[in-house]
């Protein structure tokens, strides 16, 4: 193995035996400690790399250039970085589409030949025309870190909204192009976030929320107290008009919702990542918004509308989610319950040739069941194979739509379905040179964790494989903000299993496989609970005989990040390598950076006493014990993460380095030109992960 001790020559052999020894922090790239204490709630809190929340001055990029430096030296090479790295090249290069949607006769969707940076936005001007390219986002910059975000089409699909990313930031700026000639307006968004564009209905102009322009580094300041705007076509953005804002609630943002042929316009108040929201309504354009409803009680989502009939999801008094709607009648608002909550919570909702078509989750797979518009059970669809289903976009009065299906081991298939007869046909299946899904099987088995709950588990492997306890694992998850992990194929997880590594996907409680109660029960003072139960499902893989202490690997992104930071430390026994990703590390700094603070939803906050000591409990960079043997650790971030800065990063790899009580590396690897994750182009994703696995195997293996 190479590893960060000095390596013993044969020919010195009993000298060097003696002479060996284990390497202490001093021999990681230099982290300079600044002596600073603050007292919270009684507690004297030290923060020795708080210099490292500046994370874009001198000393900050420097440190970063010495850590990538180092780090490069355990993983830049070794025989598992290369076998991943030609398996990715091998199986990416395939054509991959997005699920068509259509707008009047134009249809949309995105494609890429598996050699793109960033598939492009295609488009057919109608049913028999030939394909052609809308949106090339490969054009926006030489190395493909420039890309392409959200989009919007009005309601005459004459023009298209586009977001725009640098280097995967948050921040959006919008453009407009002339869908027929492709003419890229005067028209310009700047300092969006977190915004979709919304067209008024008569293609004048679209809604957005916009921020304001940050007064220091862009990256990291606070954004609070947004505006829902209003931007005309063909003028300035200067021009643009304030639709609704509350300064008096900084942390409100806005989503908005206009109802099809009419005047009236539906605004969604959020909380930060709170599920539930509050509901204004606007009868009349310049109207005063009024609340339908002014409580936190539950989310509501508006589905689509017919007359004077609005449909919306919610799970006020329906923690699994159920369908209502609102009868507007001579300005009066009346609500009535349309499809009760079930044994199963609902993922979607939407309304095609005069019914619900609802996707259901049981037990993680979705279940397609058909309801009519008075809530009447219709029909269950029958699905082409079990998995995740998504799709089934379109109007109230379509006939026609398409749905995909994937799930662990097989890549997306794309079925066009007649909704009339319910008839459904192969449009598009993924093909991938050098993967055949016939030779993989994936299980969902259930185990109980610490306080008995069951929780499911998926795992995937080769057919044939022999697993035992000398098997490599690696064990994802994520846990939190109501978010579902669901089976859906990844190549980047088949290149582990193609090694002969066994791939399980915990569904911990926090997230929304069991509706909004599985989400309490791992947010706030339930957190533990999820980190309890991440490790109960690496105690359930060992005693089963798949992988142990000593093959196994945990990863995780952001939230999952923090899963990760936190289940290591507190059973450092139970692995034998860590990878936090763009994790959620300092949990009394989070609420400090960008948009931290809507996360206080699922963490809770410092200025609360209890929220404050819970968070204390749990939190990686707070928590890590001088001298004590913590698995082989690779922290990865990016320096332009806008959403979970890096900092965090930065200041729990410093310190685990420094407080390391054993030979196993703590190392970090520092993406430039990349953010949170999304946009990433085609190369850093395959070089990122033929290092993170490589070194993963490596690690396991030697």
């Given at each position: 193995m190479q590893s960060m001790y000095k390596v013993c020559s044969n020919l010195f052999l009993l000298i060097l035996l003696i002479s060996c020894s284990v390497q202490d922090s001093s021999e990681y790239p230099e982290s300079k400690k600044e002596k600073f204490t603050e007292i919270i709630h009684g507690y004297e809190i030290s923060d020795s790399y708080r210099w490292l929340e500046d994370f874009t001055s001198n000393d900050s990029m420097d440190w970063v250039d010495r850590q990538n430096k180092f780090t490069k030296r355990f993983i830049n090479k070794n025989k598992y970085k290369s076998d991943i790295k030609n398996y990715l090249e091998q199986i990416w290069e395939n054509e991959s589409i997005s699920i068509p949607y259509k707008i009047e006769d134009k249809t949309f969707y995105y494609f890429n030949d598996g050699t793109f940076q960033q598939s492009k936005l295609m488009i057919k001007d109608c049913e028999k025309c030939d394909e052609r390219v809308l949106i090339d986002p490969n054009t926006f910059s030489n190395d493909g870190t420039i890309s392409l975000g959200g989009t919007s089409i009005n309601n005459s699909a004459s023009l298209i909204a586009y977001s725009i990313s640098d280097g995967g930031s948050d921040w959006r700026l919008w453009k407009v192009m002339n869908i027929e000639t492709g003419e890229v307006l005067n028209d310009e968004i700047r300092w969006a976030k977190f915004s979709g564009a919304s067209w008024e209905n008569d293609d004048s102009g679209f809604f957005y929320q916009k921020y304001d322009e940050p007064n220091g580094e862009l990256l990291k300041e606070i954004n609070e107290s947004p505006k829902l705007m209003f931007h005309k076509i063909g003028t300035n953005q200067s021009e643009d008009y304030v639709v609704y804002e509350n300064p008096n609630q900084p942390r409100w943002g806005w989503g908005i919702n206009v109802i099809k042929d009419t005047n009236i316009k539906i605004l969604s108040i959020s909380e930060g990542t709170?599920?539930?929201?509050?509901?204004?309504?606007?009868?009349?354009?310049?109207?005063?918004?009024?609340?339908?409803?002014?409580?936190?009680?539950?989310?509501?989502?508006?589905?689509?509308?017919?007359?004077?009939?609005?449909?919306?999801?919610?799970?006020?008094?329906?923690?699994?989610?159920?369908?209502?709607?609102?009868?507007?009648?001579?300005?009066?608002?009346?609500?009535?319950?349309?499809?009760?909550?079930?044994?199963?919570?609902?993922?979607?909702?939407?309304?095609?040739?005069?019914?619900?078509?609802?996707?259901?989750?049981?037990?993680?797979?979705?279940?397609?069941?058909?309801?009519?518009?008075?809530?009447?059970?219709?029909?269950?669809?029958?699905?082409?194979?079990?998995?995740?289903?998504?799709?089934?976009?379109?109007?109230?009065?379509?006939?026609?739509?398409?749905?995909?299906?994937?799930?662990?081991?097989?890549?997306?298939e794309i079925y066009e379905i007649n909704l009339d007869?319910?008839?459904?046909?192969?449009?598009?299946?993924?093909?991938?040179?050098?993967?055949?899904?016939?030779?993989?099987?994936?299980?969902?088995?259930?185990?109980?964790?610490?306080?008995?709950?069951?929780?499911?588990?998926?795992?995937?492997?080769?057919?044939?494989?022999?697993?035992?306890?000398?098997?490599?694992?690696?064990?994802?998850?994520?846990?939190?903000?109501?978010?579902?992990?669901?089976?859906?194929?990844?190549?980047?997880?088949?290149?582990?299993?193609?090694?002969?590594?066994?791939?399980?996907?915990?569904?911990?409680?926090?997230?929304?496989?069991?509706?909004?109660?599985?989400?309490?029960?791992?947010?706030?003072?339930?957190?533990?609970?999820?980190?309890?139960?991440?490790?109960?499902?690496?105690?359930?893989?060992?005693?089963?005989?798949?992988?142990?202490?000593?093959?196994?690997?945990?990863?995780?992104?952001?939230?999952?990040?923090?899963?990760?930071?936190?289940?290591?430390?507190?059973?450092?026994?139970?692995?034998?390598?860590?990878?936090?990703?763009?994790?959620?590390?300092?949990?009394?700094?989070?609420?400090?950076?960008?948009?931290?603070?809507?996360?206080?939803?699922?963490?809770?906050?410092?200025?609360?006493?209890?929220?404050?000591?819970?968070l204390l409990a749990y939190s990686p960079l707070h928590n890590i014990e001088k001298d004590k043997c913590y698995p082989t650790t690779l922290v990865t971030t990016a320096s332009r993460d806008d959403r979970v800065v890096p900092s965090h990063s930065y200041k729990f790899a410093a310190k685990l380095q420094e407080y390391q009580g054993c030979e196993n590396p703590i190392l970090i690897r520092i993406e430039e030109r990349a953010g949170h994750g999304a946009g990433t182009p085609k190369d850093k994703i395959i070089n990122q992960i033929s290092e993170i696995y490589g070194y993963a195997l490596k690690s396991i293996n030697n």
């Open positions: 709170d599920e539930r929201n509050r509901l204004y309504i606007q009868l009349n354009t310049g109207d005063k918004f009024i609340p339908l409803i002014d409580e936190l009680i539950g989310a509501y989502s508006f589905i689509d509308s017919k007359d004077n009939i609005l449909w919306f999801y919610t799970t006020e008094g329906a923690p699994n989610g159920k369908i209502v709607n609102l009868e507007i009648k001579n300005g009066s608002f009346v609500w009535n319950d349309v499809i009760l909550e079930s044994e199963n919570s609902i993922r979607s909702v939407n309304v095609l040739n005069n019914s619900f078509v609802i996707n259901y989750l049981e037990d993680t797979f979705s279940n397609i069941k058909i309801f009519d518009l008075s809530g009447n059970f219709i029909q269950e669809l029958e699905l082409p194979k079990k998995g995740t289903i998504g799709g089934f976009g379109g109007k109230i009065d379509d006939t026609k739509t398409y749905f995909s299906v994937s799930n662990y081991v097989t890549p997306r007869s319910l008839e459904s046909k192969l449009f598009w299946k993924e093909e991938i040179d050098g993967y055949n899904s016939e030779d993989y099987v994936s299980e969902l088995k259930f185990y109980s964790t610490k306080d008995g709950t069951k929780i499911p588990i998926h795992i995937s492997y080769k057919k044939g494989l022999d697993i035992n306890k000398d098997t490599p694992l690696m064990l994802y998850g994520y846990g939190g903000f109501n978010i579902s992990l669901l089976p859906g194929f990844r190549k980047t997880q088949a290149a582990w299993k193609n090694l002969d590594g066994v791939y399980a996907v915990a569904n911990l409680r926090g997230g929304g496989e069991y509706g909004s109660d599985w989400h309490e029960a791992g947010m706030l003072l339930n957190k533990q609970n999820v980190f309890d139960d991440f490790a109960f499902a690496a105690k359930f893989l060992h005693a089963n005989n798949i992988g142990s202490k000593n093959t196994t690997a945990i990863i995780g992104g952001s939230n999952g990040g923090l899963l990760v930071a936190a289940t290591m430390l507190q059973n450092p026994d139970l692995f034998k390598v860590a990878i936090p990703q763009v994790g959620v590390l300092d949990m009394l700094r989070f609420s400090k950076f960008t948009i931290g603070w809507a996360w206080e939803s699922d963490y809770g906050s410092v200025d609360k006493k209890d929220e404050f000591e819970n």
